[in-house]
Structures are given as C-alpha cells and as structure tokens.
C-alpha cells in the first residue's frame, strides 16, 4: 500500500486530472459542434459522454480509493464550464444539476467497479 503522502498526491492529481478532463470534453463537444450547450449535440452522447464513463474508470483502476469522486468531478465540472459558458441563464440550473448527477452514475460505477478489479488483482 502507498504510504500516506504519495495517496495525497495521487488523489490531487486524479482531481486535476478528472476537472481538466471533464472540462475539456465539454468545451471541445461545444466547439466542434458549435452547440453552446455540447449536450444539445448527439456528438456529446456518442462520444463524449461514453469518453467520460472511461475516464472515470480509467482513474479508478489509476487512484482506486474512494474511486466514485472521480466520475462525479469529471461530470460537475463539465456543469460549471456550462454555467461559466451560457452565462447568465440560470432558470434551468436546478434541472442541468439533477441532470449531471444521473449522469454521473454511470461514471461513478465505472471507477468503482475498475477500483475493484484493481483491488482483487493486486490481492488488497
């Protein structure tokens, strides 16, 4: 097992990693797209969306503790490059919240279930 201090940093990097990630997804899928919300295009859920399920897994085998952060870092942040991007409207906030955190499910079981298999491969 990694000693305490390297954990801190493996998690700090996966946070980095999952909000860059996150972000960037969204702000390509709006700009390829030249949709101002990048859900607004089936781009976003034939590619994007399934790109951030596997990210989330991929950090979950990479930082298997508490591994379910990173599928909902990766989706939350992507709701606030929204917000950041759309400016101003914010009728809907409570709907595209609840929206990102379905959403987020399935990336926070794909880290999960990674985790495991990292877990049972390694014997701990």
Known sequence: MNPPSLRHADDTVAYFAAAIGGGTLW???SLLTENREAWDSPLYWS???PLCILASGFLGYLVPRSAWR????????QA?????L??????LLPLGLV???????????AAT???AVRRHVEGW
Not at 86 to 91: D, E, M, N, T, Y
């Open 70 to 77: 990173w599928g909902l870092t990766i989706m939350f942040v």
């Open 113 to 115: 279930m990674t985790a």
């Open 27 to 29: 702000v390509l899928t």
């Open 47 to 49: 590619l994007t969306y």
């Open 80 to 84: 606030l490059v929204m917000l950041l």
């Open 99 to 109: 929206l990102f955190g379905i959403l987020a499910l399935p990336c926070m079981a």
């Open 86 to 91: 759309c400016g101003g409207s914010f009728g």
